[in-house]
């Protein structure tokens, strides 16, 4: 047999022996974590385990192609290739399974994501970027099938920009485009419309990019056959291979136990996707799963007995071990005698684990234990008290949910004493919940001086006789500037290039700045906000386009799962400074003319939603998000490309302030807040108002996350007592939680002397034509009634009933 490693480098058999077997020591220590931490979820504690056994050659092969710069968007497979990269250790791995809220101890998330998510440091402590050049790079991980692919193609895709821009410090980022995006996915998961669209856009862009299928025949249950057309999914994927005459992807096919073809085929790939740029797919097959899919069941249920066999005889971690012992690297004694000192290994870094991860619980039970007591011996209610204290006595390692449950609960028992021991007890409550609930809700937006929110307002300046242009050549020429001003920034979207997006906000901008800056894309919106998410983690300041706001819905999961939550879920490791562009409101038809505000506030917290009336508003808008590092969405008004504004002297520099409101119309009798294009009605409604002596006060919301960060509604409503919220968005929707930001957050309810209310679309989808949108949405006489039905019953003798 040829026992070659089959790579570039020629070695001694001595060198070539300790390789191997370095090697078969990382797949045993991995394989062992896999067991014990199983047996760890089956033991109570911990919740839920999930891991990668069964893939631990290929991964072996995939880490010694790895080079610094590269990045990983993986699943929740691969810790054998962490654990070969020095990244993850068996402790590591612990801590994650007990979800450690530590980050020293817990690197990967301090117990935000389960077991098997992996990611490293992107920022310094103070936020700047590290040199992303000299390590080794994983995004954080998703568990949400395919969830990982389109974030890879702009992973990718940054090196193939860094290569090509001009003027841009890529040091901290690229060494001229020579890096490789490396994703890995399961066989099953290939069946995803995020898998598919992914492979045909890099195809497309031709970016470099390696993708390992690992395939072990199934999908939870679910054998290959309704998985992949063929059963075989590097078959069905046929069609992408490049030839002589067309580009496309490179095909590899490689069994995931053979050592050496593994070693090869990875090597090949990372060289061709590393100097040519062309994306490659390798598909590893004959892979096994010994623990099947995860700790919440058994394989055993759903594999033949045949099958079961046959997985325990071609287990890659066998079979190399068979092939280390023919080829006579070593003695069945060596590998035995290594197999046990691992095993110690981990046993001892799980218990090291456990023990850390209740070295806080300890000192916090003796405490409330001796609280408890305490406030037992001055309570009428000892019994109660006491018994909540000896539970806790009982429970040796509380969970801290356990921990403020008793706490709490003793508390109510207290209900009306007064007496030191209570108040201890309390002072304790209190803090503790103060101290532990950031552990868990922190950092879901940049917490620094940074933030976006602490950009200062700018104002457009105008001279005297300023003209007036339609609202998109204000947005145009600030996109110049700030394309003139940021070498790293970009914008991608359909139709968004050669003509300029289909308002022409972007009109010419590619004639200037190229065709890689100002891009047109393949209508995919997956892959749209997958590239600029891939980009931003890169150091790019990307613009990804959707062309229309009810196509967001199309890239939701990305936007969701990923983009909005990548802070949070990184514990601040990592940031993702994308800007998604898209228009919408008050179009004509069912498909262009959908408000879903309500849907995208409540998926996208850690976004911010900026949903400006004109576009100064929206430019200014842009201006301050090129300051921060946060994403947001901006929702450009439809119908205001060719509405009339004027035009600032100060393109470019000008900022929208995100969180404030603004007050577009001083009144004294009720407060109307809107947004967006619905704004305008509201405007027109306040006007006719006036007429019949109503005086209302009209607030534009601007942003809609955050919303009125410095409580200027309620200041409002302090003043007419009286709030009307009016919306193009479906009952319940976005009114609603701006009504409740007012009433509940900023306490605006106490100085109301009338019911608030809210005016927004029909429940269904806007009908076709200007009459449909007159009678799916709100018009001016909407508002103008609603308000006057509003003063009618406050007072009416000066406001007889109107219909």
């Given at each position: 047999m040829d026992i070659s490693p089959k790579t570039s480098n020629d070695i001694s058999f001595d060198d070539f022996k300790t390789q191997i077997l370095s090697d078969y020591k990382i797949a045993v220590l991995s394989r062992t974590c896999s067991l014990l931490g199983r047996k760890e979820v089956l033991t109570g504690k911990a919740k839920f385990g999930i891991f990668g056994d069964g893939k631990e050659l290929p991964q072996l092969a995939m880490a010694k192609a790895f080079k610094n710069g590269d990045w990983r968007s993986g699943y929740y497979r691969d810790q054998t290739f962490m654990m070969a990269l020095g990244l993850l250790t068996p402790k590591d791995l612990f801590h994650s399974l007990y979800a450690t809220t530590d980050i020293e101890m817990e690197p990967m998330s301090a117990g935000r994501q389960m077991g098997g998510h992996y990611v490293t440091y992107s920022l310094n402590e103070d936020g700047s970027w590290k040199n992303l050049t000299q390590q080794k790079n994983s995004s954080a991980d998703i568990s949400c099938t395919a969830g990982q692919m389109p974030r890879l193609l702009g992973l990718a895709q940054a090196s193939k920009m860094y290569r090509k821009l001009k003027n841009v410090d890529a040091s901290k980022f690229s060494d001229n485009g020579n890096e490789v995006a490396w994703g890995t996915i399961g066989n099953a998961s290939t069946s995803e419309g995020m898998f598919l669209e992914t492979i045909n856009a890099a195809g497309v862009l031709q970016v470099p990019m390696v993708i390992s299928i690992w395939d072990d025949d199934y999908g939870i249950s679910v054998p290959a056959e309704y998985h992949a057309t063929k059963e075989d999914i590097s078959e069905m994927l046929s069609g992408f291979e490049r030839t002589s005459e067309k580009p496309g992807f490179e095909m590899l096919k490689v069994k995931g136990w053979d050592y050496t073809a593994l070693m090869h085929a990875y090597e090949n790939a990372s060289d061709i996707a590393r100097e040519e740029h062309v994306p490659v797919v390798i598909h590893?097959?004959?892979?096994?799963?010994?623990?099947?899919?995860?700790?919440?069941?058994?394989?055993?249920?759903?594999?033949?007995?045949?099958?079961?066999?046959?997985?325990?005889?071609?287990?890659?971690?066998?079979?190399?071990?068979?092939?280390?012992?023919?080829t006579g690297i070593t003695s069945e004694e060596e590998l035995s005698a290594l197999e046990k000192n691992i095993t110690k290994q981990v046993r001892l870094a799980k218990k090291e684990a456990w023990a850390e991860y209740l070295s806080t619980h300890g000192p916090h039970r003796k405490k409330l234990i001796a609280l408890l007591e305490a406030a037992a011996h001055k309570s009428p209610n000892k019994n109660f008290i006491s018994k909540i204290k000896n539970d806790l006595i009982a429970n040796e390692e509380p969970l801290k949910k356990e921990m403020a449950q008793a706490a709490r609960r003793a508390i109510r028992y207290l209900i009306g004493e007064t007496h030191p021991q209570k108040e201890e007890l309390v002072n304790w409550t209190n803090n503790f919940l103060q101290d532990t609930q950031p552990k868990y809700s922190a950092d879901l937006y940049n917490e620094g001086p940074n933030r976006a929110t602490n950009i200062p307002e700018i104002k457009p300046i105008y001279e005297d006789g300023t003209e007036e242009v339609d609202g998109r050549i204000i947005l145009r020429d600030n996109f110049e500037k700030l394309f003139e001003n940021n070498p790293n920034a970009l914008v991608f979207g359909e139709d968004t290039g050669n003509i300029g997006d289909v308002n022409q906000g972007l009109e010419g901008l590619q004639n200037k700045f190229g065709k890689d800056r100002i891009a047109d894309t393949g209508i995919r919106e997956t892959t749209i906000i997958g590239q600029g998410t891939g980009m931003a983690l890169r150091g790019l300041r990307p613009i990804a386009e959707i062309q229309y706001l009810d196509y967001i819905f199309y890239a939701l999961a990305t936007l969701t799962d990923d983009v909005a939550c990548l802070r949070y879920r990184t514990f601040g490791k990592q940031k993702v400074p994308l800007i998604v562009r898209t228009r919408g409101h008050r179009l004509e038809g069912i498909w262009h003319s959908g408000s879903p505000m309500g849907a995208l506030i409540h998926s996208l917290r850690g976004m911010y939603i900026l949903s400006p009336r004109n576009m100064t508003q929206a430019a200014g808008f842009y201006n301050t998000l090129m300051k921060t590092d946060e994403p947001a969405l901006v929702i450009e008004s439809l119908n205001?490309?060719?509405?009339?504004?004027?035009?600032?002297?100060?393109?470019?520099?000008?900022?929208?302030?995100?969180?404030?409101?603004?007050?577009?119309?001083?009144?004294t009798d009720i407060t109307l807040v809107s947004y967006g294009s619905t704004l305008r009605i509201v405007e027109q409604a306040a006007k006719e108002l006036l007429e019949v002596g109503i005086d209302a006060e009209v607030i534009d919301a601007q942003t809609l996350l955050p919303f009125d960060i410095y409580h200027d509604t309620v200041k409002s409503v302090e003043k007419t007592s009286r709030l009307v919220v009016i919306d193009e968005d479906v009952p319940g929707g976005c009114s609603a939680y701006i009504l409740t930001e007012i009433l509940e957050k900023q306490g605006a309810y106490q100085f109301l002397d009338s019911a608030p209310h809210t005016i927004s679309a029909k429940a269904h989808r806007p009908a076709y034509g200007s009459d449909g949108d007159y009678f799916s949405k709100p018009n001016t006489e909407d508002v103008f009634e609603k308000v006057y039905a509003i003063m009618h019953e406050s007072d009416p003798d000066s406001f007889p009933k109107l219909r």
């Open positions: 590893v097959t004959e892979l096994t799963q010994p623990q099947g899919h995860s700790s919440s069941g058994s394989h055993e249920r759903y594999k033949s007995k045949e099958r079961l066999n046959w997985e325990r005889e071609n287990d890659c971690n066998k079979r190399f071990r068979e092939w280390i012992l023919e205001g490309y060719r509405l009339k504004e004027k035009k600032p002297q100060n393109l470019g520099d000008f900022c929208t302030p995100i969180g404030k409101v603004e007050t577009v119309k001083s009144g």
